[in-house]
Each structure stands twice: as C-alpha cells, then as structure tokens.
C-alpha cells in the first residue's frame, strides 16, 4: 500500500507527479473516491482534460499566476462496467490529449466530478493508494484562503479592512457595522474580504 501526503497539507499536486505515479501502476484498476467510502461508479468516463491559465489580483492587491490541469469525469446514467478502467487507459487518453495540447507537467492537478448525490465541484487528489489490483485517488475539497493574510498582509481594500484582517498595530478607524458583526470579521461569512 502507497500512500501521499493529502494536499491540504502539503502544496496541492502536480500534473507531472501525478501523471508520473499513474504510469508506475498502468495494470491495476483506476478508482477515485469523492467521499469517505464513496466511489465514483466504475462506468465512468473522462471526458475531456482542462488546462487552464489562471491570472487573479488578491485583495491586498498583488498579481497571481499559476495553471491547472482539469481531469473532468462522467458517470453515465446506465452502468455499464463493473471495473473502472485501468490506469493504462486513462493514460491513453492523457496521450491522445497530449498531442493536441501539451499540458504542463507543474501545473495544479484538480479531478472534477459530481454526480445526482454530489454537487459538481473540483477537487485535489489527495491520498494515493495502491492495494490488491487498485489504484485509488482520494479527492480532497479545493479550499479558499487569504492570499494576503498568507503573506502577513491586510486585504488592502481600505484602512478600516486593515485593523480587521491584519493584527498590525494601527489605529482603528471607525467602522459601520454592529459590535457583533465587527467579533466575526475574517470568519466564513463575516466580510473581511
């Protein structure tokens, strides 16, 4: 049994590592589960690769730049397998992609899926796990973060977002919102960014 860091951790994967560990185990059977026990039917399809520039300005006003490379999978509504795929076939159609689009071994790997029990959402592979005659990804949710507050920085909207986002030691400005929405700033929900 093999098993990798999860990407939460850890820097998420990279296209090349992925692609990398895929092709030292082309014979056994390619199985992503979304959920804890929660498999991604063995008839699914991949049905096409992604790779995406990504150019954003955070909220403290810095330029970012990376790439993805989107694996996008299909459950169809009929089964019609019993075994996912083996690991040699997905890897047919990375080539046959890869002779259209060649796709950048450092860029950010995602797996997208979801199914009539799961919202469509893409997520990284987190722990990888070869057992018996499987080969299983474990996707993990992407997450969001502060790429400011990453950085020691404020958000950068305005002095009042400063003393909110940022523990420097600043004098606060007034703010026009309640005492009780000020104590949850920078929490899910509370507008800091």
Request: aromatic share 6%; glycine share 6%; with cysteine.
């Amino acid at each position: 049994m093999t098993n990798q860091p999860n990407p939460v951790t850890r820097r998420p994967m990279t296209w090349g590592d992925f692609k990398s560990t895929l092709e030292q185990n082309p014979d056994l059977h390619l199985q992503f589960e979304y959920e804890a026990g929660k498999f991604v039917d063995s008839s699914y399809h991949i049905t096409e690769i992604k790779q995406a520039p990504i150019a954003s300005v955070d909220c403290g006003g810095q330029m970012n730049s990376w790439t993805e490379v989107i694996v996008q999978l299909w459950e169809p509504s009929v089964k019609e397998a019993d075994r996912s795929m083996k690991v040699g076939k997905a890897l047919k159609i990375v080539g046959i992609v890869e002779k259209t689009l060649p796709l950048s071994p450092d860029a950010i790997v995602k797996i997208e899926f979801g199914n009539s029990k799961f919202d469509t959402r893409q997520m990284y592979p987190g722990e990888l796990v070869t057992e018996d005659q499987t080969f299983t990804v474990n996707l993990v949710p992407d997450f969001t973060q502060c790429k400011a507050l990453s950085r020691n920085q404020s958000c950068g909207t305005s002095s009042a977002d400063v003393s909110c986002c940022n523990s420097a030691d600043k004098k606060e400005e007034p703010k026009l919102v309640a005492a009780s929405e000020e104590a949850s700033c920078c929490t899910p929900g509370g507008g800091c960014c």
